[in-house]
T-cell receptor
Framework: KQEVTQIPAALSVPEGENLVLNCSFT??????LQWFRQDPGKGLTSLLL???SQREQTSGRLNASLDKSSGRSTLYIAASQPGDSATYLC??????????WGAGTKLIIKP | KAGVTQTPRYLIKTRGQQVTLSCSPI?????VSWYQQTPGQGLQFLFE???????NKGNFPGRFSGRQFSNSRSEMNVSTLELGDSALYLC???????????????FGPGTRLTVL
């Protein structure tokens, strides 16, 4: 059974710092991995999608990597801003096409 | 292009009642998935519809059901509501090809259901 873990559960850093969020999964048989952002009480915003054949994806200040063999993905945020404060979730699409979710990392960027 | 829309945004019901939630996917998307999000259990997959057929189902009781119409709009129904059904219900749409739903999913704002 696929399990997705995100570490740390919460992170607080000063504005301007670069930071890394981690996501690990137990079954490497995945179609893709997605990183999402969720603001309090709101829906989910897709940030980056990495197909199983890819190693990384970049969008602006965000870079996500995928190492399927070790069951790991990282989300790198450069030059963090207070507007980046949110909960970040990763999810993998497995062989049954279902999204399996991590519990998320709550990120606070202090001005 | 308009995003995924969900109605209503907020609902308050009492135990034993039933509720219907609606989701309109992004134009051209044929797959709609539903998720339940609670503080205790996090995000959990309910079911997925593609071309009016339920293609995938999560581990929820039969009180949770859904359907999809020919225009890809989807509804989710919960009968005999319980206190534990209070949650944020999210739907997501994706463009699929070849019948495999591994493409990027786009989420709506969710429906906040409170059961009293």
């Amino acid at each position: 059974k696929q399990e997705v873990t995100q570490i740390p559960a919460a992170l607080s850093v000063p504005e301007g710092e670069n930071l890394v969020l981690n996501c690990s999964f137990t079954d490497s048989a995945i179609y893709n991995l997605q990183w999402f952002r969720q603001d309090p009480g709101k829906g989910l915003t897709s940030l980056l999608l990495i197909q199983s054949s890819q190693r990384e994806q970049t969008s602006g200040r965000l870079n996500a990597s995928l190492d399927k063999s070790s069951g790991r993905s990282t989300l790198y945020i450069a030059a963090s801003q207070p507007g980046d404060s949110a909960t970040y979730l990763c999810a993998v699409t497995g062989s049954n096409y279902q999204l399996i979710w991590g519990a998320g990392t709550k990120l606070i960027i202090k001005p | 292009k308009a995003g995924v829309t969900q109605t209503p945004r907020y609902l308050i019901k009492t135990r034993g009642q039933q509720v219907t939630l609606s989701c309109s996917p992004i134009s051209g998307h044929r797959s709609v998935s539903w998720y339940q999000q609670t503080p205790g259990q996090g995000l959990q997959f309910l079911f997925e519809y593609f071309s009016e057929t339920q293609r995938n189902k999560g581990n929820f009781p039969g009180r949770f059901s859904g359907r999809q119409f020919s225009n890809s709009r989807s509804e989710m129904n919960v009968s005999t509501l319980e206190l534990g059904d209070s949650a944020l219900y999210l739907c997501a749409s994706s463009y699929t090809s070849g019948g495999s739903s591994y493409n990027e999913q786009f989420f709506g704002p969710g429906t906040r259901l409170t059961v009293l």
